[in-house]
């Protein structure tokens, strides 16, 4: 049994580094997850990996993960909430309680309940009552009330929010040039989002289109055949509309529908200005929702 398990960890690690090897842009890093068993280390590992961008490898004796990841896609807070969000705590991300508490009786761990913040971005903080008088009330309460006053109140999704509406307008005016240069402007406000800022919702929608929103956006920035890019841009509003969905909107967003390509964009303007043909067919469609 043993000669067996020594061959499944080589071929284990064997396929690890098959996949760390297609990673682009590569940083790795060493942190502290908590888990008890090899069926933690296969949830662990599945739930932080990304296929070509991010690779977990978690060690059961040390509870240390080695993490791999192409740090122009992702960062180790997206890989750590993931794996928070399946279940279990890190330094930095406390899982859920109510995800641990699903976790079969053989996976769940000794906690420690120190960490910051749990994967839905929820607080946890822990501080020993000894530490604090009166004064620290005081002072703490002063200081957050002075942090919630200073804080924007605007989205932080907003800037692709904008980086989207000038990618529409430059595909309603058929200017492939300037498309493909919003396109741009789109991918780096992605990869700039700071998952901290944003909200439990909007969070948990943005993991899942996060993904295919930079492809999308990067597939109109790399060509400037409008065709391509009005095809790139149905699966890109698909997955913004999914998004604006969760989050703070200033003025309305249209809804909006293309009978003739089965597809939607989104607009801040009420008139109908098709994105899929331009002047060639400029009012073909019509609202569907108005999100406000």
């Known amino acids: 049994m043993k000669s067996i398990s020594k061959i499944m960890a080589v071929m284990m690690l064997l396929v ?20 008890n068993c090899d069926m933690c280390k296969s949830t662990i590992e599945k739930s932080g990996n990304v296929k070509n961008v991010a690779v977990v490898n978690w060690n059961e004796d040390s509870k240390m993960a080695t993490i791999t990841y192409d740090s122009s896609k992702t960062n180790q807070e997206e890989i750590l909430k993931r794996i928070a969000n399946a279940g279990y705590d890190s330094e930095s991300f406390y899982a859920p309680d109510d995800i641990y508490a699903k976790l079969p009786s053989c996976c769940q761990y000794k906690r420690n309940k120190t960490t910051t913040m749990d994967g839905r971005g929820h607080d946890h903080s822990a501080m020993k009552d000894s530490m604090l008088n009166e004064q620290d009330h005081s002072s703490m309460s002063e200081h957050s009330s002075m942090t919630q006053e200073s804080k924007p109140t605007g989205s932080p999704l907003k800037s692709i929010q904008d980086s989207y509406f000038s990618l529409k307008n430059a595909l309603v005016k058929s200017d492939a040039k300037t498309a493909s240069g919003k396109g741009k402007e789109l991918t780096d406000a992605i990869t700039a989002i700071k998952m901290d800022e944003l909200s439990a919702t909007e969070h948990d929608v943005w993991m899942k289109v996060m993904k295919s929103l930079n492809s999308d956006a990067s597939a109109i920035a790399k060509t400037q055949d409008i065709k391509k890019q009005r095809e790139a841009f149905k699966t890109l509003s698909k997955n913004m509309y999914d998004l604006l969905k969760t989050s703070k909107i200033s003025t309305p967003v249209y809804y909006q529908y293309c009978p003739m390509q089965d597809a939607n964009w989104l607009s801040t303007e009420s008139t109908i200005k098709n994105p899929y043909y331009g002047a060639q067919m400029l009012t073909c469609g019509n609202t569907l929702e108005t999100l406000k």
Do not use: D, F, M, R
């Open 16 to 35: 690890s580094l098959l996949y760390t090897a297609q990673i682009k842009n590569t940083k790795t890093e060493i942190v502290k997850i908590s888990g």
